[in-house]
C-alpha cells in the first residue's frame, strides 16, 4: 500500500512540475495571414470591378471621390474603413506658392497660356496661386514653392527649402543664373546645376524622351500633350545659364550646348530650374513642369486617422497616363 501511495505522489508530483514549466516556456505559434490575404482579395475585386465598368477612370479623371467611396464601400465588407491615393499622374489642383511681389506673381502668370486651368487628356487641371513675403509662410495645402529670382535671400533659405522637400514639395525657380550663383550651394548641391562655360543661343527646344526611366521624360510628355509646337525662347543676358547639359536636362539650346531647364530630385521633394521664358512654348513648358514637380501623388479625397493594423495594397491602371490607386485598408473591429 505503502508503494502506491509513493508512486501516486510521484505522478502528483510530475504534474505539478510540469504544469509549472508551462509558465516559462511560451509555445511558438506563427500568425496567420488570411486576414490580411482576405482583405487584399476584397481590395482588388472591388477595383477590378469598378475598373472593369469604366467608372474608376472616370471617378479618378474628373476627381468624383464622393462617388468613387460610395461604390467602394458598397463593393467592401461592412467591417472596414480605407482612404485612397493616386499615384503617377498630377493632382487635379495644384496650389503653387510664390515667393515675390503679387505684381510679380501677376506678371509671370499672364504670360503663360491658360496659367489658371487647362485640359490635359480626360481631366481638367486647376493652377491656384498665392504671392507671399517668405517660405516659411507656405500653407499646408501648397505642393510647389516658386521663385522669380535668384537672390542672395535664396541661398539664405537653403535649410528650409532642404525642409520643404523633405516634406514631399516641389521647389522651382525661374531665373537666369551667373557662374557665382549656379555655385552658390545651393543650385549646385540641391538643383544638381553644374557651370559648363560655354553659352548657347536663344533659340531652344524640348527634348524628346523615350525612355521612361529618364527624370524629364514626364515633363517633356506633359508639355508635347499641350502643344505641337516647339520653338523655345530665352531670354538670355550676357554671361548666364552656362549649364551643362546631362541626363535631367528638360530643354537645351539649338547649339546642343546648354540647359534652360532642368529638373532634379531631392530627398522627398523635386525641383526644377528654369531660365527665363521669352515665349508661349517656353511658359507653356514652365507649367508642364509645375505637374510634375507637385510629386504626381495626391489622397484621393480625405485622408483619415489610421490604425495600427492598416493594410497598404496598390492596383494599377492602364489609362492613357498609368498610375496606381493605393488603397490604405484596416477594419474597424479586431
Known amino acids: 500500500m505503502k508503494g502506491f501511495i509513493k508512486i501516486f505522489e510521484a505522478i502528483i ?44 477612370t472616370n471617378y479618378v479623371m474628373t476627381d468624383d471621390y464622393p462617388m468613387f467611396n460610395l461604390k467602394m464601400f458598397n463593393l467592401m465588407p461592412r467591417t472596414v474603413d480605407f482612404y485612397t491615393e493616386i499615384n503617377g499622374i498630377p493632382k487635379p489642383t495644384l496650389h503653387v506658392a510664390c515667393i515675390c511681389a503679387a505684381a510679380e506673381l501677376s506678371a509671370f502668370k499672364s504670360k503663360i497660356p491658360q496659367a489658371d486651368f487647362f485640359p490635359y487628356k480626360d481631366k481638367t487641371i486647376v493652377i491656384h496661386y498665392r504671392s507671399m513675403a517668405d517660405i516659411s509662410d507656405v500653407r499646408d495645402d501648397e505642393d510647389i514653392i516658386l521663385y522669380l529670382e535668384h537672390t542672395p535671400a535664396l541661398f539664405a533659405q537653403k535649410d528650409m527649402i532642404i525642409d520643404q522637400l523633405r516634406k514631399g514639395r516641389g521647389i522651382v525657380v525661374v531665373s537666369d543664373l551667373t557662374q557665382s550663383q549656379t555655385q552658390d550651394g545651393l ?24 525612355d521612361v526611366e529618364a527624370l524629364p521624360f514626364k515633363i517633356s510628355k506633359y508639355y508635347f500633350n499641350l502643344t505641337t509646337s516647339n520653338s523655345l525662347l530665352y531670354k ?9 547639359i546631362d541626363g535631367e536636362t528638360v530643354s537645351k539650346d539649338n547649339s546642343n550646348l546648354v540647359s534652360y531647364m532642368k529638373a532634379n530630385k531631392f530627398l522627398e521633394g523635386r525641383t526644377v530650374w528654369s531660365a ?4 508661349d512654348e517656353a511658359y507653356l513648358l514652365i507649367k508642364s513642369s509645375f505637374m510634375w514637380v507637385s510629386g504626381e501623388r495626391y489622397v484621393f479625397g480625405d485622408k483619415k486617422l489610421t ?12 489609362d492613357r497616363d498609368p498610375y496606381e490607386v493605393i488603397v490604405h485598408i484596416w477594419r474597424v473591429f479586431l
Request: no cysteine; net charge negative.
Open 236 to 244: 538670355v543676358p550676357a554671361s548666364t545659364n552656362s549649364i551643362n
Open 13 to 56: 508530483a510530475s504534474l505539478i512540475l510540469l504544469v509549472s514549466l508551462t509558465f516559462f516556456f511560451v509555445p511558438l505559434t506563427k500568425h496567420s495571414t488570411w486576414d490580411e490575404t482576405l482583405l487584399q482579395i476584397n481590395v482588388q475585386d472591388a477595383l477590378g470591378a469598378l475598373y472593369a465598368s469604366g467608372n474608376l
Open 276 to 279: 527665363n521664358a521669352d515665349n
Open 307 to 318: 490604425p495600427p493594423n492598416v493594410k497598404t495594397f496598390k492596383f494599377v491602371v492602364y
Open 187 to 210: 543650385m549646385n548641391d540641391v538643383f544638381n546645376l553644374s557651370w559648363l562655360g560655354g553659352f548657347g543661343t536663344k533659340t531652344a527646344s524640348t527634348i524628346v524622351y523615350t
